[in-house]
């Protein structure tokens, strides 16, 4: 039976639990599911007809998409100025009892702030990424299979932020994981880049089996899958869950450690820039890496309340993260290496924040990296599309060519390092106050030095790019409207978005980011400071200025091969970073090559001489079996009684075939007899 709820009882409704009174949202929070839905009526239609089509299916991608903009765009304007909160879920089916309830099987969606923002930053990237896409990918292989399955990926990331509940969430996580895969390996040809979607995969396997067994320990205490039920329970200090609490935490951060690229399964995130730029645009800026930080928000309450040990844990990784692979981007010679590891860096940042407390400093930062984040792996697109090379060691001196593109680049650059007044200096230094506030004060210092590393590594990025004289062979050249528009159209967020979450400045009726996110969460005990903390965002800034100053003296003046320039060649630290701290090695020889080789030998072993022994045995006996039933019972049993009775029956037959002669005397005489004998039967027996 499917049944529609629109506020179960564990949910809290309209007008509770927090920031001010919630309203419903109106048609456009009644009817969100179309945006969870039209990414995928895309995909679907794209496979059908995309081929007959003019852009070969990047219209219909494109046209779903601006749709799903134009949605979350109202909700996200509705919400500015009056929360919103609405939640349905659809029951499929029911099953054993947990915590005195049925345990249900349910899909629907959320429409709170929480989700709205992943909405609309979903939408809004998304959108300009596939625009970017049509002129990107012209001429390419396989063009409807590509837009097909990005519309698979923004429409599993759209169910995951949008689920009420742990099972459509790990749907959504898991479609998210399977588009990624086919996204990644588009140029399949290249043994490489399927080597790089199969470690993409098989490295979030791993982490999903913590996501599932987390679900597996929490949701029988629950006695649902439902989020809110969660925050209930939370929010009333229950001890439900008792010691699986902190388990069961731990579990679902494994989970989240891969999708969001975790020291030590950020593995697969640089080798994940073997799929087309497009790709790494909207994987490392509004989908798939922050799938593990949203599962975080989300269960924010979890940690806040009843995992309170598990938190220290959860941000030592993310600072080892943020801090130490930072420093491979100093060593990458491919320009999407080097924003790859950024992207690792500062998804350490956001998961440091919301680890310690600072559910908003988290979100926010996630919610401004989307912007320059995109801006910069576009604009790497750019460059690459304008010189045939991924390779910074060919580029130099294109701020000339490709002025468009050089601008955009550096205000993201500027954004990520954290230079006021862009918005990546506000959401950083949120970050920083967060840490300190929670007292976790040496790892805010780290996370400054962090700052410095950023601007160094951008710096150099930028230097080897666009300043100089050109490496390559080509004829670089700016790219066309449908490219440049969306970096432009990025940049301006990435100057601006800031300014909508500074402690302690408002904007008349509209809300800070801190309120839009936070009903029904904040409450629970987020920290975000009441003003600007001067002093901490200035030892931020000085780390990021000095970062921008040694990177331009170090990387700036020019030489005749690139490798004089990129001069970064320190004893023991360069290898050391060149060869990843070795962490690659140590999974391929530790773990790959063993189970290919003495335990994949050993299993086919098994395979081969006992279960199929096992197996083929069975099927002997059966055989025999078989050949017995069917030999004796059968043919010469059954058969040979059935054979006799039908011979007999057939010679009966012959004999009384004889009778119908045909002739109506014959019949009317034997008639006549068969009366008297019957007469005569009669009186004697009577």
Known sequence: ??????????????????????????????TAWIMLVLPFAAFLAIILVGKRMKGLGAELAIGAMGVNLLWASVLFVQNMFEGIYREVNLTIGEFGTFAGRRLALELGFVVDGLSIMMYWVVAFVGFLVFVYAHGYMKGDIRVPWFFASLSLFAGSMLVLVGAPNLIQLIIGWEGVGLA??????????????SDAAVKAFLTNKVADVGL??????????????????????????????????????????????????QFPLHVWLPDAMAGPTPVSALMHAATMVTAGIYLMARTFPLYQQMATEARPWMVTIAVITLFVLGFLALVADDLKRVLAYSTVSQ????????????????????????FFKALLFLG????????????????????KEMPVTFWTFVVGSLSLAGVIPLAGFWSKDEILATLGHEGYTAFMWVAILGAFVTAFYMTRAVALTFFGTYKGHGHPHESPPVMTAPLVALAVPSVIA????????????????????GARIVPMGDYHPKAIEWELAAYGLIAAVAGIALGWRLFAPDAETQQARDRLRIPVLYPLLHNKYYIDDLYMKGVVNPIKGPLARAVDWVNGYVIDAVINGAGAVTAWLGGLVYGRLDQQGIDLLLNAAAGGTRGAGGKLRLLQSGKVQQYAGAFVVGALLLVVAFVLVT
């Open 1 to 30: 039976m499917v049944s529609a709820v629109a506020s179960a009882p564990l949910i809290l409704a309209a007008g509770e639990g927090g920031a001010g009174d919630l309203s419903s949202g109106g048609f456009f929070a009644e």
């Open 212 to 261: 599932i067994l987390g679900t597996i320990l929490l949701v029988p205490a629950l006695g649902t899958f439902r989020f809110s039920a969660l925050s209930a329970a939370a929010d009333a200090h229950s001890d439900l869950l008792g010691g699986v609490a902190v388990a069961g935490a731990l579990l679902l951060f494994f989970g989240a450690m891969g999708k969001s690229a």
């Open 380 to 399: 790497a697109g750019s460059v690459i599309h304008a010189v045939h090379s991924n390779n910074m060691s060919d580029m130099g001196g294109l701020r």
């Open 180 to 193: 990624s895969y086919l996204l990644i390996g588009h140029y399949w040809e290249e043994k490489e880049n």
């Open 498 to 517: 800031g300014l909508l979450n500074i402690p302690g400045v408002s904007w008349g009726p509209i809300r800070n980011f801190t309120d839009w996110v």
């Open 347 to 370: 998804l350490g940042y956001m998961m440091a924040a919301v680890a310690a407390g600072g559910y908003t400093a988290g979100l926010f930062h996630l919610f401004t990296h989307a």
